[in-house]
């Protein structure tokens, strides 16, 4: 039973569609994240949900939406699909806001073509 | 500006040598960890220190927290091939809730 699971594991899709990601967490962690990491292995974070609500929200284009229904799912929108945006997408919980201590999802590899 | 700078950035050595990698900063961090990421493979913590010259032990790994909070380094000791993937350093800035900064990642081989 993964205690943070993402889908799609692999997106492959053309420039200007639109695409969501979804992650949940069966590890009844109140805070939830999206990193992004690209072709050098560069991992930085994008949001960060705690019970729902935004608390970090990067430098990131408003192409990317995230939206958190509840505590155990956090999802991200991507419209008008850049070639740019390729890369890995993580999804990560830690038990609260202030504990770092980070599980991080599979990844989703994103290919924009 | 890298916050947290990672060397060396690719290291490959022979199955039982010993090998070090370092996490080094400027800034001073609440707490540092580290993280091994495995191909196709999320990243996995593997320890966070939080005192000044902490040194915590896990297995044939060796972690430790610089005196001063700004730098970190991992030690392996007779390292195998299982021990092949990019480890990443991450730390809590002083005053920076929530926020993890990760560095650029050591890749790790280890050729039988």
């Known amino acids: 039973d993964t205690a943070v699971s993402q889908t799609p594991k692999y997106l492959v899709t053309q420039m200007g569609n639109d695409k969501s990601i979804k992650c949940e967490q069966n590890?009844?962690?109140?805070?939830m994240y999206w990193y992004k990491q690209d072709s050098k292995k560069f991992l930085k974070i994008m949001f960060s949900y705690n019970n729902k609500e935004l608390i970090i929200n990067e430098t990131v284009p408003n192409r990317f939406s995230p939206k958190s229904p509840d505590k155990a799912h956090l999802n991200l929108h991507i419209n008008s699909l850049e070639l740019g945006d390729s890369a890995v997408y993580f999804c990560a919980t830690t038990g609260s806001a202030m504990n770092t201590e980070a599980f991080f999802g599979q990844g989703t590899r994103l290919t924009v073509v | 500006t890298q916050l947290l700078e990672q060397s060396p950035q690719f290291l490959s050595i022979q199955e039982g040598e010993n090998l070090t990698v370092y996490c080094n900063s400027s800034s001073v961090f609440s707490s540092l960890q580290w993280y091994r990421q495995e191909p196709g493979e999320g990243p996995v913590l593997l320890v966070t220190v939080v005192t000044g010259g902490e040194v915590k032990k896990l297995k044939r790994l060796t972690f430790q927290f610089g005196d001063a909070r700004k730098d970190s380094s991992l030690h392996i000791t007779a390292a195998q091939p299982g021990d092949t993937g990019l480890y990443l350093c991450a730390g809590l800035l002083t005053g920076s809730n929530y926020k993890l900064t990760f560095g650029k990642g050591t890749l790790l081989t280890v050729n039988p």
């Open positions: 590890l009844g962690h109140d805070t």
